[in-house]
């Protein structure tokens, strides 16, 4: 549930169909679609 309205639809996809969407964060195509195990997307740098 998002409760803070930041997702604004959500979709299945293929693999092949994901490489022509947009989506953050940049790591998903590996944590969904990687080489099994739990994905970890470190946190980016926001400001310098």
Do not use: C, S
Request: proline fraction near 8%.
């Amino acid at each position: 549930m998002d409760t803070e309205g930041v997702v604004n639809r959500q979709r299945r996809v293929t693999q092949a169909e994901l490489r022509d969407r947009r989506f953050k964060p940049e790591t998903l195509p590996e944590t969904v679609f990687g080489h099994g195990g739990i994905g970890y997307d470190p946190l980016k740098l926001l400001a310098p």
